[in-house]
C-alpha cells in the first residue's frame, strides 16, 4: 500500500503561485497515473489535474488550464503540482492520489484512484 503526503499549501493573496508536492512512500509510483483533485466544504471532491506515468500526458480541468502545471519526478517518487495566477475561487483542500491503474482512461474520476493523501490546504484571499 503506498502511503501519500502532500505539502505545500498554505494561504496567498490572488495573483501569487504556491507549488504542492507529493511524496509517496512504501511503493513506487513510477507505473501509476497520478491525479491531484480538491475539494471545499459541503461540495464534492473535483478534478484538478492528472499525469500519465511516463510524464508524457496531462490533462486539467478547465478552470486551471493555463495557470496550473502537473509534472512528476518518478526517481524521487513524487508529484507536483505548480499553481500560478492563484485566484480566490482556487480556495480548497488539495489531495494527491494513485490511479489504479496505468492505463490513461477515466483519470477524471476520483472511483479511478485508490490511494490519497490527507490533503493540503490552499487559501487564496482577495
Known amino acids: 500500500q503506498v502511503q501519500l503526503i502532500e505539502s505545500g499549501g498554505g494561504l496567498v493573496q490572488a495573483g501569487e503561485s504556491l507549488r504542492l508536492s507529493c511524496a509517496a512512500s512504501g511503493r513506487t509510483i513510477s507505473d501509476r497515473a497520478m491525479g491531484w483533485f480538491r475539494q471545499t466544504p459541503g461540495k464534492e471532491r473535483e478534478f484538478v489535474a492528472a499525469?500519465?506515468?511516463?510524464?508524457?500526458?496531462?490533462d486539467y480541468a478547465d478552470s486551471v488550464k493555463g495557470r496550473f502545471t502537473i509534472s512528476r519526478d518518478n526517481a524521487k517518487n513524487t508529484v507536483y503540482l505548480e499553481m500560478n495566477s492563484l485566484k480566490p475561487e482556487d480556495t480548497a483542500v488539495y489531495y494527491c492520489?494513485?490511479?489504479?491503474?496505468?492505463?490513461?482512461?477515466?483519470?477524471?474520476?476520483?472511483?479511478?484512484?485508490?490511494?490519497w493523501g490527507q490533503g493540503t490546504q490552499v487559501t487564496v484571499s482577495s
Open positions: 499525469i500519465s506515468w511516463t510524464g508524457s500526458s496531462t
Open positions: 492520489a494513485t490511479k489504479t491503474s496505468k492505463r490513461w482512461l477515466g483519470y477524471t474520476t476520483t472511483f479511478a484512484y485508490d490511494s
